[in-house]
């Protein structure tokens, strides 16, 4: 099945995962709105600490569910803490510079957010248990982050009205969720895994109900493509090196339903980069496999990152977002 709501029509587009280094909201937004033309993103400034980092910022988006840190990690409570309210003041602070530097702006706009299913693996219940233990505790979490999606994306339509808002949701443990590799939360076992079916029906009904365009990003390897697929998605933002050939005939059906693939082939962290042509090359390699028309390539692949760039410098970071925008245009104009 393909999504209900399209990815937005660019070509030669690179964007950023979502995190950047540093603490500083405007000097982030600048740089992701400068340097990403077709699809800048919302930065995230996990190095401010608990409710900026992945997790916290996600739970606090979350509608009548809160959570606060704990010795052992994120915990559900009865009630908002200091946490949620410094996860709600960080992202009023990377709003308020995302639109001091779109003013005018007309075009897509990416934002992110962690999925259910890793919400429900690295939060735990009041009790201790994480949430993934427990199924109706996995169906509140996906009823909860829904309502809080549909207000953080008309939230971010009024700061930004030109905006063609597409969300990412962050689902690195997803592979692990399907596995039965989870941890509990002693460490010493593992959860049980959640049943396929359950699992794309829930991201089913978070994809339906946002009324955009919905990528979901892994840096996993065995990323679930044919269940993202039919849970609707429009398109998946995947760790390039990871992929092995296993998954061509997957990536295939993928391409070929409408979806669009986000291929992380830039190095998240600082390293010495071959030429930004070069760094695409396996893109290439893979779209001549899968016998797919040249010509559609910079329209069907965007250029990430591998990951987040929180781990990097700030002058990496800017060359790394810089260098996907080349690489991306590449496939464009040399697509063989």
């Known amino acids: 099945m393909s999504s209900d709501f399209p990815f937005p029509e660019l070509t030669g587009a690179a964007t950023g995962v979502g995190s950047m280094p540093g603490t500083d909201a405007r000097e982030a937004a600048k740089t992701a709105v400068g340097a990403l033309e077709h699809l800048p993103h919302l930065p995230e400034l996990p190095a401010r600490g608990p409710g900026a980092d992945m997790i916290g910022r996600s739970a606090g988006l979350l509608v009548e569910l809160f959570a606060q840190v704990e010795p052992s990690g994120w915990r559900f409570a009865d009630r908002p803490g200091r946490d949620t309210r410094r996860a709600h003041s960080w992202l009023g602070e990377d709003l308020d510079a995302l639109e001091e530097f779109t003013q005018g702006y007309r075009g897509a706009l990416k934002l992110q957010a962690v999925g259910p299913w890793t919400l429900a693996a690295a939060v735990e219940l009041k009790h201790g248990e994480k949430a993934l233990a427990d199924p109706g505790a996995c169906r509140d979490i996906t009823g909860s982050l829904t309502e809080g999606l549909r207000r953080h994306l008309a939230e ?16 690195p443990s997803l592979p692990a969720v399907l596995a039965g590799a989870v941890k509990t939360a002693s460490g010493f076992q593992r959860l049980r895994a959640v049943d396929r079916q359950v699992a794309e029906e829930q991201l089913r009904d978070l994809v339906r109900a946002v009324d955009v365009p919905v990528v979901v990003h892994s840096c996993a390897p065995q990323v679930p493509l044919p269940l993202l697929r039919r849970a609707g998605v429009a ?26 693939i986000l291929a992380g082939v830039v190095p998240s962290t600082d390293e010495g980069l071959s030429d930004p042509a070069g760094s695409v090359q396996g893109v290439r390699r893979l779209w001549r496999r899968l016998g797919f028309a040249p010509e559609l390539l910079g329209r069907r692949v965007l ?6 760039l929180a781990g990097a410098s700030p002058s990496y970071a800017r060359r790394a977002l810089s260098l996907s925008v080349k690489a991306a245009q590449s496939l464009v104009d040399n697509p063989e």
Request: proline letters at 4%; one cysteine or more.
């Open 156 to 171: 971010v339509r009024k700061r930004v009205p030109g905006a063609q808002l597409v969300l990412q949701l962050d689902e």
């Open 235 to 260: 398109g998946v933002s995947l760790d390039f090196s990871l992929l092995t050939e296993r998954e061509d005939e997957d990536l295939g059906e993928a391409v070929e339903a409408g979806t669009v």
């Open 303 to 308: 250029v990430t990152p591998t990951c987040g």
